[in-house]
Every structure is written in structure tokens, then in C-alpha cells.
């Protein structure tokens, strides 16, 4: 039996449980105490891609596509999906993997569908102020489509 969580999601279906640390998906951050988002992307996910890099880049960003256009615009649901995007960006500037290596059609629609979560949900003033951080830090991972996508400016 696969012992990678991704994997298990996969198979089982629970891609969304995996990237909101739901159920057994969940994984306590040792300073916030908080699900750790990053270490689930820069772990499990990345040890699932280095498996077939162009195939299992596809699987995990459509996954995740399907997760942004599904998910609401919740206070947990904006930490969820920052986090999991600072996760990508750490990825890769620790060269695992670039967006250049995602089929052009799923990395189109993967920011497409960020745009238009972070387009559509209305958010506090605090709210933005976090985007704007973690966008600013997706940003100098050199991920300026990421941090371009989440912009609400």
C-alpha cells in the first residue's frame, strides 16, 4: 500500500479533504498548530510528481484547479488556498518543478480559475492585507502569474 497522502487522496477521491487537511489529511503545524498547507505541497505533492513530472503536474494542478472553482470564500478556505499557493511557489524556486513544465491548457485554466476565486469573493480589509503578503512572498519566489492571479489591485 502507497504510503504518500496525495496518492491516497487520489485514489480515494479526497483531493479536497488532502489540500484542506481534513480528517485523517490533517497534519498539525508545530508554531501555529494550524494544518501545515506547505509542508502537504512541498512533501507529499512533490514527492508524487517527481514519480512522472509532466503526467502528475497535470493531475495535481487539475486537482487543484477543481478545488479553487468548488471552494467558498470562507476565512479558512483564504488560508487554505494562500498557503497551498506559497507551498507552489517554494516548490519552485527549489527548482522541483516550474509552471513551464505544466501542459500550457491546465496551467491556463489553474490561473484562470485563481483569478476569478480572487475576483469574485469579497474580502475584509484584513483579508486583503494577508493577500497582498502572501502575494508579495509568492512574488519573490519568482512566481509573478501566481501573485498576478490573486492581485486584487
Known amino acids: ?14 483531493t479536497k479533504d488532502f489540500f484542506l487537511g481534513n480528517g485523517n489529511y490533517f497534519s498539525r503545524n508545530r508554531e501555529s498548530h494550524n494544518h501545515d498547507y506547505v509542508l502537504f505541497i512541498t512533501g507529499w505533492v512533490k514527492e508524487y510528481i517527481d514519480i512522472s513530472p509532466k503526467e502528475n503536474l497535470g493531475t495535481f494542478f487539475s486537482a487543484l ?36 513544465d505544466i ?12 483569478k476569478k476565486h480572487f475576483l469574485t469573493c469579497e474580502f475584509s480589509q484584513e483579508e486583503k492585507e ?9 512574488r519573490e519566489n519568482k ?10 489591485s
Do not use: W
Request: aromatic share 4%; glycine share 2%.
Open 1 to 14: 500500500m502507497n504510503k504518500n497522502l496525495f496518492i491516497k487522496a487520489l485514489n480515494r477521491n479526497e
Open 65 to 100: 484547479t477543481d478545488l479553487i472553482d468548488d471552494i467558498d470564500c470562507q476565512k479558512n478556505s483564504l488560508t487554505a488556498v494562500l498557503s497551498i499557493l506559497l507551498g507552489i511557489s517554494i516548490s519552485i524556486r527549489k527548482q522541483h518543478y516550474q509552471m513551464s
Open 103 to 114: 501542459n500550457p491548457e491546465i496551467a491556463h485554466k489553474f490561473l484562470i480559475a485563481l
Open 130 to 138: 494577508k493577500i497582498k503578503l502572501y502575494s508579495d512572498r509568492i
Open 143 to 152: 512566481c509573478d502569474k501566481i501573485a498576478d492571479a490573486i492581485s486584487l
